[in-house]
C-alpha cells in the first residue's frame, strides 16, 4: 500500500521529511500501548505455548524437551480427549448453526413486525447479557427434572421430560436451548442486516411475481450473507472456547462438592475444559500447551475464512 | 385491529362485485398474517423474558416451596435476600466484581481510544498489518495462551489477585479497539482537518474534535468492557480460583448451589444479584448496546 500525506506538498523538501519524521513518531506515540500489549500479551505467551507444548513442563520445575511426545499422548493415550473433541465438535456443528437459524427466524419475524418492534427487540436481546455463569444456574434450576418448570409445562401437554442436564443424551441439546436463550446479540445483527435490504429490490421481485421463499432466496439472502457469514464464523470460534456453561451445568446439576467435570457421563466436556483441567487440575502443562496449539490451529483457520469472505472486514477501506 | 386493512369506504358502495370480494379477501389475509406474526412474538417474547420472571419468584420462594415445581410464591418471603448475603460471602464477591469491572472499563477505554484512532485516521505503512494483528487477538481464544500467562503472572507474584484481570487492557482490548474503529471510519474527515487548518495537533484533534463526536460509540464500548467484566468466568478462575477472599460474583454464584445452599431460592437469589446491574443498566442505555451490537456487524 502506497503511503500518502494528510496534507499533500508538490515537492519532498526538506520541512515535508521532517514532517514525515514528526507523522511516524506521532502514528507510534500512539499505537505504543498496542503494540506493548501485542507483544507482551499476544506473542510472548503464542511463542511459549509452541515451545512448552514440546517440553514435560509442570508450570512448578524446569521444564525439559520431549520432541512430540505430547502430541503422541493427545492422540493416542489420553482417554478423555475424543470424549472432549466430540463434544466441542458437536457444538460447533449442532448448536452454532441452530443458534445463527433461530436468531435469524426471530429477526425476521422482528423486522415484519409493525407494532411494537422496537419494543420486542429490546426484550429479545436482553438474554444475551445475562452473566453466563447466572443464566446457566437458572437453566438448570428450570430443567431440573423433579422441581422444575419445564418438565411441568411439558407434563401439562402430556409429554414425559427427560433429564436434561442430569442426562448423557440431554445434556447438550439443553445447552443448546440456553445458547438459544442468548442469541440476542446475532439476532441484532441480524435485524440490522435485514432492514438494510433496500425495499426496491423487493418490489420489483414481487412484480416478477416472486413468492415469499424466492425472495428469501434471491433477495434477501445474498443481501445479507455477508453478515450471516460473520456470524457464523464467530459463532464457531465462540464455539471451540465454549467452557464457562458447561463447566457450571455440570457442577450444578451434578450437586457434588468435589467437581465432576463432563458430567454427566463426560457429556458436557469441551476441548477447553480438557486443556484447563490438563493445566490446572493435572499440572501437565506441557500437554495443556499442546492442547491450546490445536485449538490455535483451528481457531485462526475459521478466521482466515472471515477475513477473506466477509466485508465487515473491509481493511483496503480508507478513511473518508 | 381488522379496520386497519379493510376496504376504503368508497368502494364498499360497490356491493358484491367479484374484484371487491378478492379485495376483502386480502384483507382478511392480511390481517391474519398480522396477527400471526404478533402472536409468535408475543410468544417468543414470553420464551426469552420467562426464565428472569421464574428466578425472580423463586428467588422470594420458602425453601420447602422453593423445591416443589409450583411457580407462585405463597409466600413473599423477601428476607431471603438478606439471608444470601450471610450464608455465603455475596458481599465481599460483589464488591471485588465492582472493583474489577470498573478498574477494566477505566483501563480499556483509555489504552483503546488512541489506537483505535491511529488504526481508522492515520495513514502509515503496516497500518492493514496492524489491523490484521487487532482482529487476531479479537478471534483468539483466550485458553491458547492461558498457560505461559498463567506462569507469567506467577513469576511476578500477581496470580491470587485480579491483577492479572486488569493490567492487560492498559495496553488495549482488541475488541474494543475493533469497536471504535468502525465508529471513527464513519466521522467525516473534513471535520478534522477543519482544526487541523486551525492549528490543533493530532492530540488535540482526538480530544477535542473526535471524542465528544464519539460518545455513543465510548459508552456502548465501555459498557461491552464493565459487562464482560462483570461476567467473566474463565479469567478469575484462572488467577483467583484459589483464593476465594478475591472471587468474583461469577465464581462464587458457580459453587454457591453446592457448597453454600442447597436451597433453589437462595441460589435464585443470588443468581438475581448477579442479573441485576446488567438488566437494570440494559434498560437505560439499550441504544447504546444496540448500536454497538449494530457497528460489528456491519460494515462501519
Known amino acids: ?320 | 385491529m381488522t379496520t386497519t386493512y379493510a376496504p376504503a369506504p368508497a368502494r364498499q358502495t360497490r356491493a358484491a362485485s367479484p374484484h371487491r370480494a378478492a379485495r376483502g379477501r386480502a384483507g382478511r389475509r392480511r390481517t391474519l398474517i398480522w396477527i400471526a406474526e404478533h402472536a409468535i412474538a408475543v410468544g417468543l417474547a414470553c420464551a426469552f423474558i420467562g426464565p428472569i420472571v421464574f428466578i425472580f419468584l423463586t428467588s422470594v420462594m420458602t425453601d420447602g416451596q422453593s423445591l416443589t415445581t409450583s411457580l407462585w410464591p405463597h409466600h413473599w418471603q423477601w428476607s431471603n435476600y438478606r439471608t444470601v448475603f450471610s450464608t455465603a460471602p455475596v458481599g465481599t464477591w460483589l464488591l471485588n466484581t465492582v472493583i474489577y469491572a470498573v478498574a477494566a472499563t477505566a483501563t480499556t477505554l483509555l489504552s483503546s481510544v488512541p489506537i483505535a484512532y491511529a488504526l481508522a485516521r492515520f495513514r502509515f505503512k503496516g497500518r492493514n498489518t496492524a489491523f490484521l494483528c487487532v482482529i487476531t487477538m479479537m478471534m483468539l481464544p483466550p485458553q491458547v495462551l492461558v498457560i505461559p500467562m498463567y506462569l507469567m503472572w506467577a513469576r511476578l507474584h500477581l496470580t491470587g489477585t485480579i491483577w492479572p484481570l486488569v493490567l492487560p487492557s492498559l495496553f488495549g482490548d482488541a475488541f474494543s479497539v475493533f469497536l471504535l474503529r468502525q465508529f471513527l471510519l464513519t466521522v467525516p474527515e473534513d471535520y478534522l482537518n477543519a482544526a487541523r487548518i486551525d492549528g490543533c495537533g493530532e492530540l488535540r484533534v482526538l480530544t477535542r474534535v473526535v471524542l465528544p463526536m464519539m460518545r455513543p460509540a465510548l459508552v456502548a464500548v465501555g459498557l461491552f468492557a464493565f459487562f464482560n467484566a462483570w461476567n467473566d468466568y474463565y479469567g478469575p478462575l484462572i488467577y483467583t480460583g484459589e483464593t476465594p477472599a478475591h472471587w468474583t460474583l461469577a465464581l462464587g454464584l458457580a459453587t454457591f448451589k453446592t457448597s453454600h445452599a442447597v436451597q433453589w431460592n437462595l441460589t435464585m437469589a443470588a443468581t438475581l444479584i448477579a442479573m441485576a446491574p446488567v438488566i437494570i443498566v440494559f434498560f437505560f442505555a439499550q441504544k447504546a448496546f444496540i448500536e454497538g451490537v449494530t457497528l460489528t456487524g456491519v460494515k462501519g
Open chain 1, 1 to 320: 500500500m502506497a503511503t500518502h500525506q494528510i496534507v499533500q506538498l508538490p515537492l519532498v523538501t526538506a520541512p515535508l521529511k521532517a514532517r514525515m519524521r514528526r507523522n511516524r513518531l506521532r502514528v507510534l506515540l500512539f499505537l505504543a500501548p498496542g503494540l506493548v500489549g501485542f507483544t507482551v500479551f499476544l506473542i510472548y505467551p503464542l511463542v511459549m505455548t509452541v515451545w512448552l507444548s514440546f517440553t514435560n513442563s509442570n508450570m512448578i520445575s524446569q521444564a525439559q524437551f520431549v520432541g512430540l511426545r505430547n502430541y503422541r499422548y493427545l492422540l493416542d493415550g489420553d482417554p478423555l480427549i475424543w470424549h472432549a473433541v466430540r463434544n466441542t465438535a458437536w457444538l460447533v456443528v449442532i448448536m452454532v448453526p441452530a443458534q445463527v437459524l433461530f436468531a435469524l427466524g426471530v429477526a425476521m419475524v422482528t423486522a415484519r413486525l409493525k407494532a411494537g418492534a422496537s419494543l420486542f427487540r429490546t426484550l429479545f436481546y436482553l438474554p444475551a447479557l445475562a452473566p453466563p455463569v447466572a443464566a446457566t444456574v437458572a437453566f438448570v434450576c428450570m430443567f431440573n427434572p423433579n422441581s422444575g418448570p419445564v418438565n411441568r409445562i411439558l407434563g401439562l401437554l402430556g409429554i414425559h421430560g427427560p433429564l436434561w442436564f442430569n442426562s448423557p443424551d440431554w445434556s447438550k441439546p439443553a445447552l443448546t436451548l440456553l445458547a438459544l436463550w442468548g442469541s440476542g446479540t446475532m439476532m441484532v445483527i441480524f435485524l440490522a442486516a435485514l432492514l438494510e435490504v433496500p425495499a426496491e429490490l423487493y418490489e420489483a421481485a414481487e412484480l416478477d411475481g416472486a413468492g415469499p421463499w424466492h425472495r428469501f432466496r434471491y433477495v434477501t439472502l445474498p443481501t445479507i450473507s455477508p453478515v450471516v457469514l460473520f456470524a457464523t464464523v464467530t459463532g464457531v470460534i465462540a464455539g471451540l472456547q465454549y467452557f464457562t456453561q458447561a463447566m457450571v451445568a455440570s457442577q450444578v446439576a451434578n450437586g457434588n462438592i468435589q467437581p465432576a467435570p463432563g458430567y454427566p457421563d463426560g457429556s458436557t466436556l469441551t476441548f477447553p475444559q480438557q486443556l484447563y483441567i490438563a493445566g490446572f487440575n493435572q499440572f501437565h502443562a506441557g500437554y495443556a500447551c499442546a492442547l491450546a496449539v490445536v485449538l490455535f490451529v483451528v481457531a485462526m483457520a475459521f478466521t482466515v475464512v472471515l477475513l477473506r469472505r466477509a466485508s465487515g472486514f473491509d481493511i483496503e477501506e480508507s478513511p473518508r
